[in-house]
């Protein structure tokens, strides 16, 4: 069989397959960045906290889940969730296992791990703030919801999507390690292709590729999302001059 005929959509092909594992490789890596935003906004804001028990269960936090692989990080939350959900099937009266959906639990794991390193990115943009403008809108008795929504928010944005570039990019790559929950993303898609025709070579290439294309087309929209962020600010030239 050539290498067109695999490559394809007819009914030999498994061009289709791995698209739609590409597809899903996509959706666990967007579900785990809005985790990890949600997760990392939190942890930022204890670190950056005056409280000292706060600032030690941010820290706790980041320090576990980036110096955990991750690997053993997704095993703990398929495995684990999975026995407390069927725990919890058993006290309402189910008798039997029930797992935690592949996905939920991929996605749940990943963006654990992304929210450790969202959690920096978010703290190190609120750092960069000049302090000059918080100090003034405390001065002018501005309220402190409506410093954060004028001032701090969209300045940390704006700051922050660099960083948030490279988590999303780490988390790509991080969603490969998903395929063990029995998920078929595009490592598994891959996987399970290159098995079913022997063609290891071949479709462990195309797989790479595809995950090349992802992180290729994330990094331009990720510098047109910084791009625009910062079309209002002056240039370096201009700051020059």
Same mark, same amino acid.
């Given at each position: 069989? /050539?290498?067109?005929?695999?490559?394809?959509?007819?009914?030999?092909?498994?061009?289709?397959?791995?698209?739609?594992?590409? &597809?899903?490789?996509?959706?666990?890596?967007?579900?785990?960045?809005?985790?990890?935003?949600?997760?990392?906004?939190?942890?930022?804001?204890?670190?950056?906290?005056?409280?000292?028990?706060?600032?030690?269960?941010? /820290?706790?936090?980041?320090?576990?889940?980036?110096?955990?692989?991750?690997?053993?990080?997704?095993?703990?939350?398929?495995?684990?969730?999975?026995?407390?959900?069927?725990?919890?099937?058993?006290?309402?009266?189910?008798?039997?296992?029930?797992?935690?959906?592949?996905?939920?639990?991929?996605?749940?794991?990943?963006?654990?791990?992304?929210?450790?390193?969202?959690?920096?990115?978010?703290?190190?943009?609120?750092?960069?703030?000049?302090?000059?403008?918080?100090?003034?809108?405390?001065?002018?008795?501005?309220?402190?919801?409506?410093?954060?929504?004028?001032?701090?928010?969209?300045?940390?944005?704006?700051?922050?999507?660099?960083?948030?570039?490279?988590?999303?990019?780490?988390?790509?790559?991080?969603?490969?390690?998903?395929?063990?929950?029995?998920?078929?993303?595009?490592?598994?898609?891959?996987?399970?292709?290159? /098995?079913?025709?022997?063609?290891?070579?071949?479709?462990?290439?195309?797989?790479?590729?595809?995950?090349?294309?992802?992180?290729?087309?994330?990094?331009?929209?990720?510098?047109?999302?910084?791009?625009?962020? /910062?079309?209002?600010?002056?240039?370096?030239? &201009?700051?020059?001059?």
């Amino acid at each position: 069989m /050539n290498i067109m005929t695999l490559l394809g959509f007819g009914d030999k092909g498994w061009a289709l397959w791995l698209l739609l594992g590409a &597809m899903l490789t996509l959706a666990v890596t967007a579900v785990a960045l809005v985790i990890g935003a949600i997760l990392g906004a939190a942890v930022a804001s204890a670190k950056l906290s005056a409280s000292v028990p706060l600032r030690v269960l941010g /820290n706790a936090y980041t320090t576990v889940f980036r110096g955990v692989p991750e690997l053993l990080i997704i095993y703990l939350i398929y495995f684990g969730g999975s026995s407390a959900v069927t725990s919890l099937g058993q006290w309402l009266g189910y008798q039997g296992f029930l797992g935690l959906p592949s996905f939920i639990a991929g996605a749940l794991a990943v963006g654990v791990i992304s929210g450790s390193y969202q959690a920096e990115v978010f703290r190190g943009a609120y750092l960069a703030i000049a302090r000059g403008e918080l100090e003034a809108a405390s001065a002018i008795g501005m309220p402190r919801s409506l410093r954060f929504r004028r001032i701090i928010m969209p300045q940390v944005f704006r700051l922050a999507i660099p960083g948030i570039g490279y988590v999303w990019q780490l988390s790509l790559k991080d969603s490969a390690l998903v395929s063990v929950t029995g998920l078929v993303e595009l490592m598994r898609a891959s996987q399970v292709s290159a /098995n079913s025709t022997h063609q290891y070579f071949l479709f462990y290439i195309v797989g790479g590729g595809l995950y090349l294309v992802l992180t290729s087309l994330s990094d331009r929209v990720f510098t047109g999302a910084e791009r625009h962020a /910062n079309r209002s600010m002056p240039s370096a030239s &201009m700051g020059k001059a």
